[in-house]
DNA sequence: GATTAGCACTCTATCCCTTCGAGTGCCAAC
DNA sequence: GTTGGCACTCGAAGGGATAGAGTGCTAATC
């Protein structure tokens, strides 16, 4: 974007006012709140300018400019500088993120509801993504006749488990057999180069009947896909209602009622993290107003991180928050979660 | 209640004409509306009379009358009459409770999901409270030196788990042993009967060295006490703000707010649970705006019912919705969904 | 060519006033 | 106990009028 430096600061001032006052802001108001050594009229050449160029809009002729979505890349792209969070910022993020947690559950739903609280938008994280971790352990508890419990130990440090439906004539024996076919010989597999034929084959040569067995391995098939399968946590929805932005009720209802379809919304942060790994930049993904293609979406920003469980089991942490957000701040928070989050998540693999 | 008959049908008419079109009910148009032979002043005077009972009042001097609480609770106690659900409503209803899920967890999420969007009001349930229940299996894995997950099936058919951490010296074996004496000497107790100190007792005669045979010990004891917390599950709370009753924002903040403490609302939960435990009315719990003492939940009625995993298990499954809702429809579809929430948890017990 | 002062114009938000209508309470009559 | 009649009340809705913040444009100035 070929801004001059005066242009570049207008609208660096603009974003920030719009921002902190949430109210259109005019070219006088701009002079009375910064130091610009030019007049107001100079101030409005620029504006229409800016305004020509897409960064900002009015919502009626006689108010001032706010930025649109384009203005808002613009800032968070080029114009705005991270600041870091304070001592007493961060003392107060790590005290919130609780480390006596016995699973990395607790601990990812710990990490969303603090950045939920700290930043007072709605916080999101997505579960590991476990398709490139691999079994350490597999073993399948007869439970009672007809049911039995799989647990694998997955290479990240994360147990799963699963209740499944076995044939009612099948002994402890027989399934101690079946599970330790399949231990030995899907041991340090990713998860996602294990198919129902690779368990199928893993399970042959135990001395189980074919029907039976058949089921059984398909069972433990269903076990170790659903052990992949990505959850999603939300947090602090309410918050919404807090915002001057969502005011408007009509707003607030799309929002919250695409945010209840959990799974629509990590659909799209799973989109996102595709897209992001093809492009080679940092770790932030934002996506700012229409950018979004939720529906609901048009007035927030999305902004998520990726922390990591293991070098390849990563996930994603963020918020959903009003596009007229203090960017610079509400980035560094999630950074900083994000770090704590990958700190404390070392004690578990 | 002393009542004569045709003040009765006029506090019912007020009710439903309330109900039906949001809008405060005048004499005129209760005449319109209903078969009274009487005119409109003779209700004038029926209505003066109802309203220093306390059970209708008016928003403001020249408007209609609203129901009170007292009015609401009058209504539910003795005037309404519940109306059986259509075929086809029954129909939807069991067609949504999928009855292909695993665990009971996931069943009663499912019926959970399916009566907020039955009613349209927001819903909640409580996890089965097991402290009933008795131990049918104890078994601790090794995950890994310092790591065993705890696993319990209990008598309800349900089964839990934790991981918790232990000793980095122990041997397979020695869990095992620990394990086995736990099992062998707590299975059949009741969970509410199993304390830190029978546990201790249980595991006493295993040849393992005190304080690392102690640790375990606890471990275990902290898994089964987890295994009977209660779990609430909220559904559909954006529906809040698809109701007219919620549309002043500042109501509908208050009470989403509110709602996003589940512990608190499952505290609350419980609390009527042991209110109903001493009275012996039926199993439906309802309590009508100021009568419910959370926060924010004025406007609000708040229904459950009591569903039985087994005889001894049971939890609870309900509506948050506005005091303004058709109790006798509402009602009948919490019955239902209760009634196929119980057919279907036979297949887990 | 960039900057500035000045000015006419625009649009919203707010306040005030009026009107309308539904509803009430009360009284006197039935 | 019931009814018709009537004066009264109050909120909702609509219609100016006004104030204020902001704009774009022009002509003068640096």
Redesign the interface.
């Given at each position: 974007m070929l801004l001059d430096n005066r242009k570049k600061e207008v609208l660096h001032a603009i974003v920030d006012d719009y921002v902190s006052t949430n109210e259109p802001v005019g070219s006088k108001s701009l002079i009375e709140r910064h130091n610009f050594q030019v007049s107001s009229a100079t101030l409005r050449n620029d504006m229409a300018e800016l305004e020509h160029l897409g960064l900002i809009e009015k919502p009626h002729t006689s108010a001032g400019r706010i930025p649109s979505d384009k203005g808002y890349r613009e800032y968070v792209n080029s114009l705005m500088t991270i600041e870091e969070l304070s001592p007493k910022e961060q003392l107060e993020i790590e005290k919130r993120i609780d480390s006596s947690v016995?699973?990395v559950t607790d601990l990812i739903k710990n990490a969303t509801h603090t950045l939920s609280e700290t930043t007072g938008f709605v916080s999101l994280a997505m579960s590991p993504r476990l398709k490139k971790s691999f079994l350490?352990?597999l073993?399948i508890?007869m439970?009672?006749p007809g049911k039995a419990?799989v647990?694998m130990?997955l290479s990240a440090g994360v147990?799963k488990?699963?209740?499944?439906?076995i044939p009612n004539f099948l002994s402890d024996e027989q399934i101690m057999k079946i599970s330790g076919a399949i231990e030995k010989n899907l041991t340090g597999k990713p998860l996602d180069e294990i198919t129902l034929v690779t368990v199928e084959t893993a399970g042959k040569g135990t001395e189980v009947p074919e029907p039976l067995l058949k089921q059984v391995l398909y069972e433990a098939y269903a076990a170790i896909k659903q052990a992949d399968e990505l959850n999603i946590y939300l947090d602090?929805?309410?918050r919404i209602?807090?915002l001057p932005d969502f005011?408007s009720?009509g707003r607030?209802?799309d929002l919250?009622?695409t945010?209840?379809d959990s799974g629509m919304v990590a659909g799209y942060v799973n989109e996102m993290e595709n897209a992001r790994e093809h492009s080679a930049d940092d770790s932030f993904m934002i996506r700012i107003g229409q950018e979004i293609t939720l529906e609901g979406l048009d007035d927030c920003s999305f902004i998520t991180a990726t922390y990591n469980l293991t070098d390849s089991v990563s996930g994603n942490i963020g918020v959903i928050g009003p596009k007229r957000m203090l960017y610079s701040k509400v980035i560094s928070q999630i950074d900083f979660v994000k770090k704590k989050l990958n700190k404390e998540m070392q004690r578990f693999t």
């Open positions: 016995d699973e350490k352990q073993k508890l439970i009672e419990l647990v130990v147990v488990d699963k209740v499944v439906r602090g929805e309410h209602l807090e005011s009720l607030a209802r919250l009622g945010l209840s």
